[in-house]
């Protein structure tokens, strides 16, 4: 796919994972403040009430500012890591807080780039499992500040699974149809019956529909493996969190960024583990 020597290519693709982040910044914050000014827009129609009328609003206008004194940010102060590391946390005009959300999203779109590099190589196929990858980064922090997990980022990783295996591994096709519906059938079954005997909802349709997508993009066969692994971080984290903190006791906890996390795992590392894990069952 690519002649540069590795020197030149690795800088490369660091960087493009950092802007990469940088940019999933945006969608992560903005995606839930536009779906809900398109529940609004749809309520007031239902309500035949007049349009409001909003500012332009989307993932490239209006230009980033500080949330606090709504300052825009300047263009030196958006490079990634270093224009938080460089303002110390804080914002230029005002000296609030900026969440240290930010760098750590960067970060981590840079980490996922190298990651998929070292194991792919530099390869179509590299560039839809680093996509793959920046989606679920992006859902897991949406999820983390929201409990939502939008549609229009689940449906759309369902079908770039499904293309995915056309395109490089096609025999595993049917798989892969197997896979989102198992997917999805499997929470929703966990769904029903916990809601029957309980009363309550455990968990919401984005979870299902995730799942879906993880089965489109691995294939049936690593669902259990899947599962087991955003369970099991799930079960630690939740009881971690609240014996550390017993406010947040009986307080509901996303289930979408331990299933991103899990289907990291198996994207990148799926196969010894799963050679394992059939070991040890």
């Given at each position: 796919m690519t002649d540069l020597p590795p020197a030149l290519l690795?800088?490369?693709?660091?960087?493009?994972?950092?802007?990469?982040?940088?940019?999933?910044?945006?969608?992560?914050?903005?995606?839930?403040?536009?779906?809900?000014?398109?529940?609004?827009?749809?309520?007031?129609?239902?309500l035949e009430l007049p349009e409001e009328e909003r500012p332009r609003f989307n993932l490239l206008v209006p230009r980033s500012i500080c949330p606090r004194?709504?300052?825009?940010?300047?263009?030196?102060?958006?490079?990634?890591?270093?224009?938080?590391?460089?303002?110390?946390g804080r914002c230029a005009h005002c000296g609030a807080r900026i969440s240290?959300?930010?760098?750590?999203?960067?970060?981590?779109?840079?980490?996922?780039?190298?990651?998929?590099?070292?194991?792919?190589?530099?390869?179509?196929?590299?560039?839809?499992?680093?996509?793959?990858?920046?989606?679920?980064?992006a859902l897991a922090v949406i999820d983390f500040r929201t409990q939502l997990l939008p549609d229009l980022i689940t449906l759309p990783l369902l079908w770039a699974g499904l293309v995915y295996q056309l395109l490089f591994q096609p025999l595993q096709l049917a798989d892969a149809v197997i896979g989102a519906m198992a997917g999805y059938l499997a929470l929703w079954s966990v769904y029903w019956l916990f809601k029957l005997v309980t009363g309550k909802e455990g968990m919401g349709y984005g979870d299902f529909k995730l799942l879906?997508?993880?089965?489109?993009?691995?294939?049936?066969?690593?669902?259990?493996?899947?599962?087991?692994?955003?369970?099991?971080?799930?079960?630690?984290?939740?009881?971690?969190?609240?014996?550390?903190?017993?406010?947040?006791?009986?307080?509901?906890?996303p289930f979408g960024p331990y299933l991103a996390v899990a289907g990291w795992v198996a994207l990148l590392a799926g196969e010894p583990l799963m050679?394992?894990?059939?070991?040890?069952?």
């Open positions: 690795w800088p490369l693709v660091a960087v493009l994972g950092l802007c990469l982040g940088s940019f999933l910044n945006v969608v992560i914050v903005r995606v839930p403040v536009m779906l809900m000014h398109g529940w609004r827009a749809e309520a007031r129609e239902a004194c709504e300052q825009p940010i300047a263009w030196h102060d958006n490079l990634p890591l270093i224009g938080w590391f460089k303002r110390r240290p959300q930010y760098p750590l999203v960067e970060l981590a779109g840079g980490v996922l780039a190298l990651a998929v590099l070292a194991l792919y190589g530099p390869t179509w196929p590299a560039l839809f499992v680093f996509g793959a990858c920046l989606t679920l980064l879906a997508a993880l089965g489109a993009w691995l294939g049936w066969q690593y669902l259990p493996l899947v599962l087991i692994l955003a369970a099991g971080a799930g079960a630690l984290v939740g009881i971690a969190v609240q014996l550390a903190l017993p406010r947040l006791r009986g307080a509901p906890l050679a394992a894990y059939v070991g040890v069952t």
